[in-house]
């Protein structure tokens, strides 16, 4: 895509300003994808197939295209914002951002979220065949086929957020260490990032639920993940009091017109 188109997009006043930053990335499921920027820019890049392909040179001149305009948007906003890019500061915030992501990982809960998600893994391998999730369902009768579609929209659900959950729990505690840090009173972007773990959380519970109901045989293993992840929701809850009064852009936002 060509900067000025970037550009162009940018403007576009149907776009909701920020919205990539609290969602989930699922975007063929996310009912904003026609107001996001994030979604428009991607779009407009696969509409040349050629770009996506590494071993094409589309791709390439399409990255070094951007390059230009995005170092000349970072500065604009570094400049803006009061951020110094100087060797020796950069140096010193590198070392700063180790130590925050190091804190931020070894928070308990972002221990007991990256513990939720390799037993999800374990789970994956010990209660289900290599082949038999997102097998072909075409073939069977309706019933078999309605069963194992729902099944295999559930476990969807289950993979898409198992590691989303840690992720943004560990953005949310490495912003909170921030906002502490700096006093940023105005956003609380620890919240937005808490407020989306714990979506993810409460889907994955439904969805642990519903497959617990369609296979009744993983009913044991199930019980034990729904526990584990209801301890996390709750432990998320205490760290966050406030979290899921964050209004996201767009999700959160009360006027119907969002959704036109
Ligand atoms: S807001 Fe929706 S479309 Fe945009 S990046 Fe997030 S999930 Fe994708």
Known sequence: MRSKDLIDLSDDPNLIPGIYNYCDRWCERCAFSGRCLLYATEKAEDDDPASRHINNAAFWHKLASIFAQTQEMISAW????????????????????????????????????????????????????????????????????EHDEAVNDYLEVIRWYQF???????????????????????WHHSDGSAKVALIAIDRSLSAWKLIGELRSENGVSIRKLLLDLEKLRLHTEREFPTARDFIRPGFDETSLDILQ
């Open 164 to 186: 989303l959950i840690a992720v943004k729990l560990i953005r949310a505690i490495s912003s909170r260490l921030e906002e502490d840090e700096y006093g940023d009173e105005e």
């Open 78 to 145: 570094a400049d803006e914002n009061g951020v110094d890019l100087t060797p020796s500061a950069l140096a010193e915030g590198e070392e700063h951002n180790d130590r925050q992501q190091a804190q931020s990982r070894n928070h308990p809960l972002a221990k007991i979220a990256e513990e939720y998600a390799f037993a999800v893994n374990e789970w994956f391998e010990n209660e289900f065949e290599p082949m038999e999730v997102f097998s072909d369902t075409t073939a069977g009768s309706n019933d078999d086929d």
